[in-house]
């Protein structure tokens, strides 16, 4: 009837709008889900295991073993399950009269076994399954279907936790400062690429007066707990500045976080700068010690950093120490991240020359973490450059 396809081909479009909502059809391979495939192969004894996504007329493996990364979807075992949104299970397709004669039965792989769990988008729309195969018959226990279906669900969750994250990244980028310094005669630019969805590095600038204040700072740890101590740090930092000088601010914020970090057992590396309309900088640099400054005639001046991390106690409080940005000058600051991906002590001539190179703070920031990528990123990376101009 042409209600009942109607319906079919809204329900298809519902679900393909939710598995384009997960942002992870053709990704690479992610450690997270990897190991969950290599323990059900391990459980179930096969030679092959999919996480497999419906993607219109393929089936896509976001990570698989024993089998290729795609295939079509037509007459597909992982489609009827998608389909009637429950476990299917075969013991012998070559005796199973809805299976006997399907191309991947009397074709390659010669499935004989398939045992599979819907997956669901966070909006209930079974999107894919956890499935199980082998070429030789089995019959499984119904403690083995209670495990499938337990790995499925920890499928489910990880597929879920990247929406989240999504959210929350969107959230955080809400956060990064949108308006340049009031003050004339600068230029500021920053950017980041995360390792994960939400980045433990974070970057700010804002005014103070006839002043204005720059941060970076680098949680040590990766994720959503990372980001929302950054977050803490951050607003803790903007807050005291209006009432306090630079070192109170940075005590105010170390104070605000240390109960965080001492239960996620982590820090907080920190360069606090407060920029003057004369070109004088005073900052903090708690235990980051990757801030520099190029100068427009040459030379590189490496900031060295005094002072312990927030979250590290420390005997005496964290003194600014102080810099002048002379015309042309820039104060630029990375994080480690991309002191790993360009290759140690090597991100600094390399650094030193995009910044030379570049006529803008934006387009020498856009390099930096160009070149970082083209690296090996393991980490979070950013950047932020502060140009005064050469008049």
Same mark, same amino acid.
């Given at each position: 009837m042409v209600v009942e396809a109607d319906t079919v081909q809204q329900a298809e479009a519902a679900r393909q709008r939710a598995l384009s909502g997960l942002g992870v059809l053709d990704s690479g391979p992610e450690a997270r889900f990897d190991r969950i495939t290599r323990l059900a192969q391990q459980l179930f004894g096969v030679p092959m295991v999919s996480i497999t996504l419906l993607d219109r007329d393929r089936q896509w493996r976001k990570s698989h073993i024993g089998l290729t990364s795609e295939a079509p979807r037509e007459k597909a075992f992982c489609d009827v399950t998608v389909r009637q949104d429950a476990a299917l299970i075969v013991d012998d397709a070559s005796v199973d009269d809805r299976f006997a004669d399907n191309p991947f039965v009397v074709g390659d792989p010669h499935l004989r076994f398939y045992a599979g769990e819907p997956l669901h988008a966070p909006g209930g729309e079974a999107?894919?399954?956890?499935?199980? %195969?082998?070429?030789?018959?089995? $019959?499984?226990t119904l403690q083995q279907e209670r495990v499938l279906r337990d790995l499925a669900s920890w499928v489910e969750d990880e597929l879920n936790r990247d929406d989240e994250l999504d959210r929350a990244a969107i959230a955080q980028k809400g956060l990064l400062p949108r308006r340049k310094p009031r003050a004339p005669g600068f230029d500021v630019a920053a950017g980041c690429d995360p390792s994960r969805g939400v980045s433990g590095d974070f970057y700010d600038w804002y005014d103070v007066g006839d002043d204005f204040c720059v941060t970076m700072g680098d949680v040590m740890g990766k994720g959503m707990a990372a980001a929302i101590v950054g977050a803490s740090v951050r607003t803790a930092l903007r807050s005291a500045m209006d009432f306090a000088d630079l070192s109170d601010s940075v005590e105010a914020a170390s104070r605000l976080v240390e109960e965080d970090l001492d239960q996620l057992a982590t820090f907080v590396t920190l360069f606090h700068a407060?920029?003057?309309? #004369?070109? /004088?900088? /005073?900052?903090?640099?708690?235990?980051?010690?990757?801030?520099?400054?190029?100068?427009?005639?040459?030379?590189?001046?490496?900031? !060295? *950093?005094?002072? %312990?991390?927030?979250? %590290?106690?420390?005997? /005496?409080?964290?003194? !600014?120490? $102080?810099?002048? %940005?002379? !015309?042309?000058?820039?104060?630029?600051?990375?994080?480690?991240?991309?002191?790993?991906?360009?290759?140690?002590?090597?991100?600094? !001539?390399?650094? /030193?020359?995009?910044?030379?190179?570049?006529?803008?703070?934006?387009?020498? &920031? *856009?390099?930096?973490? *160009? &070149?970082?990528?083209?690296?090996?990123?393991? #980490?979070? *990376?950013t950047a932020v450059v502060v140009r005064r101009s050469d008049r």
């Open positions: 999107v894919g399954t956890l499935c199980v %195969l082998d070429t030789v018959p089995h $019959t499984l407060r920029v003057h309309r #004369d070109g /004088e900088i /005073e900052y903090v640099d708690a235990g980051h010690g990757l801030a520099m400054v190029v100068r427009a005639h040459g030379g590189l001046d490496r900031l !060295p *950093s005094a002072a %312990l991390p927030l979250g %590290l106690p420390t005997p /005496e409080p964290r003194t !600014p120490d $102080t810099v002048r %940005l002379g !015309p042309g000058d820039s104060l630029v600051c990375i994080s480690d991240g991309i002191l790993d991906a360009i290759g140690g002590d090597r991100a600094f !001539p390399v650094v /030193e020359a995009i910044v030379r190179g570049n006529a803008t703070p934006g387009g020498a &920031v *856009s390099r930096i973490l *160009s &070149v970082a990528r083209a690296g090996v990123p393991i #980490d979070d *990376s």
